[in-house]
């Protein structure tokens, strides 16, 4: 009796062991996979032309790295950029037979996503809001911005009296030379008659010049496009 006792004890406890390996084994497959960080969070973290770029902070959404914006061609009309900002979107139209060498070169900007993820880093109530300068991704250099450029400045200049500072125009930033103008751009809350023969008006805000009016310094620029 204690002999078959002992047999039956040793089955039961192999079956009970392999009840719970099977139970086990079962649990595990029916788990959810581990969750992935969102696509979202995966910055852009440098330029096309291989710059590095800083992160966007956390309470601003990324740049998307999606494919190149087309380039224009002749064929195209006058070139719009499109800025997104955390506060709305900005339209602005060019003037590429006034000032076409300014407007090549910063569409060739857009089209790099050289202006992607920059901040705000001036704002005059009454007399502009200006941006364009790279150092603005790096808040440990903010002593320094409004000094910052693409490293190529237009060489030409093309400061035009067809086209005079008024609500909304849009002109290139030079640090006392129309022909060093480079990457930075204001917008002008108005008639700014002193600065017409010294700066290039290359465009004008056709939409969201209520948004521009809403922007302040440190505001992120999400993404700027060019549509013709």
């Given at each position: ?42 910055l852009?973290s ?47 139209e ?9 407007v090549?070169h ?25 941006f364009?300068d ?93 549509r013709?």
């Amino acid at each position: 009796m204690r002999r078959r006792s002992s047999r039956n004890d040793m089955a039961a406890s192999v079956i009970r062991r392999v009840f719970f390996a099977v139970l086990a084994i079962t649990v595990v497959a029916c788990s959810p996979s581990p969750p992935e960080a969102p696509a979202e969070k995966t910055l852009v973290s440098e330029l096309a032309d291989g710059t590095a770029v800083a992160a966007v902070p956390d309470d601003e959404p990324a740049v998307a790295a999606d494919s190149a914006d087309p380039v224009l061609t002749e064929s195209s009309g006058p070139p719009i950029l499109v800025i997104e900002t955390a506060k709305g979107t900005i339209e602005i139209e060019t003037y590429p037979d006034e000032a076409p060498q300014s407007v090549e070169h910063i569409v060739a900007l857009v089209n790099r996503r050289f202006y992607n993820g920059l901040r705000i880093h001036r704002v005059e109530p009454g007399f502009v809001v200006q941006f364009g300068d790279p150092q603005t991704r790096d808040m440990t250099r903010r002593a320094t911005w409004g000094s910052g450029g693409s490293g190529n400045p237009i060489g030409v200049s093309e400061v035009n009296p067809a086209h005079k500072h008024r609500l909304g125009s849009v002109a290139l930033a030079h640090p006392g030379d129309p022909t060093r103008a480079d990457s930075q751009m204001y917008i002008s809350f108005g008639p700014q008659p002193a600065l017409d023969s010294e700066f290039t008006v290359f465009g004008q805000v056709i939409s969201g010049m209520d948004v521009t009016r809403t922007l302040a310094v440190n505001d992120v620029i999400r993404r700027v496009t060019v549509r013709p």
